[in-house]
């Protein structure tokens, strides 16, 4: 519970502006706080999360479209990487990988890369630390390589 703690605090302090995730606003928080409401003292994969980098990184995805809306049904490819499909086990929409890169710039990387237009909102919370980062593609608008080389500054 006590990483539960510190992304709630995270996320409030995001709502009040003290802290930037690039995908929270005020009018779609209630969609956001599915992916941050629940304990991170472990990530614990399942068919909606994904563990990478041996399990410090919990990802999970939401998506929307004009159509439906859902979870993200994760699958792992391997230690560091992973993908999501939305609509069909056999459509990949968005793949993802976490790299530990504390050697070269002391942070965690995160690589993610969609094969959709719909909305997609992804969490990526380091498990250790409870620290949260979130990302997001429009509605009706290609998604946008993501290359966070900078996203978790949380190297031991």
């Known amino acids: 519970m006590r990483l539960a703690y510190r992304s709630i605090v995270a996320l409030l302090l995001c709502l ?65 990487t992973g993908y999501f499909w939305f609509f069909d086990k056999n459509n990949v929409e968005m793949v993802i990988k976490v790299l530990n890169a504390c050697s070269i710039n002391n942070a965690f990387w995160v690589f993610a890369g969609g094969l959709t237009d719909v909305r997609v909102e992804m969490s990526v919370i380091d498990t250790e630390t409870g620290v949260p980062r979130g990302y997001q593609n429009p509605l009706n608008t290609p998604f946008q390589p993501i290359q966070d080389t900078r996203a978790f500054s949380t190297c031991p």
Do not use: E, M
Not at 18 to 24: D, K, M, N, R, T
Not at 53 to 80: E, I, P
């Open 16 to 80: 009040a502006g003290s802290v930037a995730l690039p995908f929270l606003s005020l009018d779609s928080a209630p969609f956001h706080w599915q992916l941050f409401a629940q304990s991170y003292d472990k990530c614990v994969a399942d068919k909606t999360t994904l563990c990478l980098s041996d399990g410090r990184f919990q990802v999970r995805t939401l998506w929307s479209s004009q159509g439906g809306a859902g979870q993200g049904q994760a699958v792992a490819l391997t230690g560091d």
